[in-house]
């Protein structure tokens, strides 16, 4: 609490206002907001802070002159205008947040964004239809984005899978089955062999950082890469770049390699897009820090075991490898798995799963992109590939069957 | 300083260019050179630069400056004094 006799710093006194709220401590906060102020410290959003100490201390009508106070710092961004709601529902004050909803909708007549609050603040009150009716609202001023899909997933779980008049009319549009289709893609976590699944994220529009979206290693590596926890990934002893030459588009890219592992991605440094002074001495620090992020953030995952993994093997595998594999995962945490695997008998399956146990499936495309009699070469074979994600997500993720979106 | 005027530092210093102007909405490939790869430069900048790590479900809900701001902002607000 030293900053208090100095010359504290905003970021400072926005860090313990925060904390002190959240422990209700109004008294504490208001002291530190207010030293800051008589020290000429400010930033636009104390008078968010002091409506919410004004809530605990209930002194509503400091409330309101707050907030107002906030709003007066930006007229024309419906963006900062809509932080009041985000804060009232925040503190589950709905009638006031409905109030200044009303107020930004008067405001910003041709914008969207209010539907979406509207939407938001209609789920917390429990009456997920209106927020349905929001939703197709907003795609009247334009189109349904990423900021929409928590509300969709919460509109999809509140109904509970009877949707009436407005939540069937959203979940049969193309605009909601199209953003959840996309998002589905996010779920997974490419684990190899190659890009072809990281080129279908991108084609719906994804783009997640992930480590083996544009990299990949040997079937027995990436086993004792998760059954070692990635000791040693990266290393300095192990890490190194290789200069390759593509003829297909005659660029020279850097590859990152790390030898223990057998790992090799791309890193998109060309000769065109790195400085003349680079070397590989000098890019090697950057690129290993690069691909430590994406080990680290890969171990997490596996660890919070709420993406669904998906190894894609260009060579039939046995069920006993994919056990082997889906066991090896299982060291870091209770992983779901699903196997990609080009199916044998050209004669599509009507499901196109195969349920080895519950966190563990296999599905067969018809071709994949690199395969020789790819008819489509070089794209992947979208349907195919598709229909196996969306059963795949519909397997591990909650299922809606009325609103299914295979 | 605070976070908006953390991140524009990262990003001009990741981008080389002193006069670099963000706005909460922009998004990867809205500056010349912003791709996955500098995202993650970004990302590592922010955690030199704020004393944090960012977990991977925040990288992944990490769309926007906006968000990036956002999620600093939280985790700095979380951090223990």
Known sequence: ?406 | MNVYEGVVHVFRTAFDNPNLELNYLMATGDIREWDSFKNVEILLACEEYFGFRFRSKEIDAIKTVGDLIEISEKKLASKTP
């Open chain 1, 1 to 406: 609490m030293g900053f208090l006799f100095s010359t504290p710093k905003v970021e400072e006194v926005l860090q313990e206002t925060r904390r002190l709220l959240k422990a209700t401590k109004a008294a504490e906060a208001a002291t530190i907001l207010r030293r800051a102020e008589k020290k000429n410290v400010y930033h636009q959003d104390f008078p968010l802070l002091w409506s919410k100490i004004h809530t605990i201390t209930g002194n509503l009508d400091a409330r309101y002159e707050s907030l107002e106070h906030f709003l007066s710092f930006n007229t024309t961004d419906v963006l900062h205008h809509l932080k009041v709601i985000d804060s009232l529902i925040e503190d589950r004050d709905f009638e006031l947040a409905q109030h200044f909803l009303d107020r930004t909708k008067r405001r910003f007549p041709l914008s969207g964004l209010p539907h979406n609050a509207q939407a938001k603040l209609h789920c917390k009150e429990q009456d997920f239809e209106a927020a349905a009716q929001c939703l197709i609202k907003k795609q009247q001023y334009g189109r349904l984005d990423d900021s929409d899909i928590a509300i969709l997933y919460e509109i999809r779980k509140g109904i509970a899978g009877k949707p009436q008049e407005f939540s069937k009319a959203l979940f049969t549009s193309d605009q909601a089955r199209g953003i959840l289709r996309r998002f589905s893609y996010e779920r997974f976590e490419s684990l190899g062999i190659d890009c072809e699944f990281g080129f279908l994220q991108r084609h719906y529009g994804r783009e997640p950082l992930s480590l083996f979206r544009w990299g990949a290693m040997p079937l027995q590596s990436l086993m004792t890469l998760f059954s070692q926890h990635f000791k040693g990934f990266a290393s300095p002893e192990t890490a190194s770049l290789n200069l390759l030459f593509d003829a297909e588009t005659g660029e020279t890219e850097y590859r990152f390699i790390d030898t223990h592992y057998e790992y090799e991605a791309h890193t998109f440094f060309t000769r065109k897009n790195v400085g003349v002074a680079e070397t590989e001495t000098s890019l090697l620090p950057k690129v290993r820090s690069h691909f430590s992020l994406l080990a680290r953030k890969l171990q997490e995952d596996l660890e919070d075991a709420e993406k669904i993994f998906l190894y894609k093997s260009d060579v039939p595998l046995s069920i006993a490898q994919c056990q082997e594999l889906h066991l090896a995962m299982r060291s870091i945490g209770p992983c779901k798995l699903l196997v990609v695997m080009r199916q044998q008998n050209q004669q599509a399956p009507d499901h196109p799963l195969e349920i080895i146990a519950p966190d563990l499936v296999i599905g067969y495309v018809d071709y994949f992109w690199t395969d020789a009699d790819n008819p489509k070469a070089p794209d992947p074979s979208l349907a195919r590939w598709d229909h196996v994600i969306q059963h795949a997500y519909s397997h591990f993720i909650a299922h809606f069957p009325e609103m299914d979106i295979v």
